[in-house]
T-cell receptor, first 112, second 113 residues
């Protein structure tokens, strides 16, 4: 059974810092991995999608990497801003291709 | 561009009352549709998914049901709500099951009292 773990559960940093959020999964047989952002009381906003054949994806200040063999992904946020404060979720598509399996998220707080 | 709408945003219902949450997608045809629930302190859990009109698959046994009466409409229902049905319900869509990016609605906060 696929399990997704995100470390740390919470992170506080001053504005301007570069940071890394970690995601690990137990079954390397995934179709893709997706990173989301969730603001309090809101839905999920898709940040980056990495297909199983890809190693990384970039969007603006965000860079996500995928190492399928070791069951790990990282989300790198450059030059963090207070507006980056949110919960970041990673999810992998299950073997049947029918559902995303989510981690519990990392709650990021960036202070000005 | 594609958009997904979910309503209502918040709902407070007494135990034993019925439930109907609606989700619609615009700007695409034949989307795959999903209902997830996010309970406090727990990750998102898939409840139902649908690959077409009238085709519903359930991932977990529960007090809820889903229907897809039209191509871009997905409804989550219950005949009698339980306290344990409280949570944040999210609708999502994707173009296909395997490789496509998933997009989520803004969610419905359901409190059963």
């Amino acid at each position: 059974k696929q399990e997704v773990t995100q470390i740390p559960a919470a992170l506080s940093v001053p504005e301007g810092e570069n940071l890394v959020l970690n995601c690990s999964f137990t079954d390397s047989a995934i179709y893709n991995l997706q990173w989301f952002r969730q603001d309090p009381g809101k839905g999920l906003t898709s940040l980056l999608l990495i297909q199983s054949s890809q190693r990384e994806q970039t969007s603006g200040r965000l860079n996500a990497s995928l190492d399928k063999s070791s069951g790990r992904s990282t989300l790198y946020i450059a030059a963090s801003q207070p507006g980056d404060s949110a919960t970041y979720l990673c999810a992998v598509l299950n073997q049947a291709g029918t559902a995303l399996i989510f981690g519990k998220g990392t709650t990021l707080s960036v202070s000005s | 561009s594609q958009t997904i709408h979910q309503w209502p945003a918040t709902l407070v219902q007494p135990v034993g009352s019925p439930l109907s949450l609606e989700c619609t997608v615009e700007g695409t045809s034949n989307p795959n549709l999903y209902w997830y629930r996010q309970a406090a302190g727990r990750g998102l859990q898939l409840l139902f998914y649908s690959v077409g009109i009238g085709q519903i698959s359930s991932e977990v046994p529960q007090n809820l049901s889903a229907s897809r009466p039209q191509d871009r409409q997905f409804i989550l229902s219950s005949k009698k709500l339980l306290l344990s049905d409280s949570g944040f319900y999210l609708c999502a869509w994707s173009r296909d099951l395997v490789a496509a990016e998933a997009f989520f609605g803004q969610g419905t906060r359901l409190t059963v009292v």
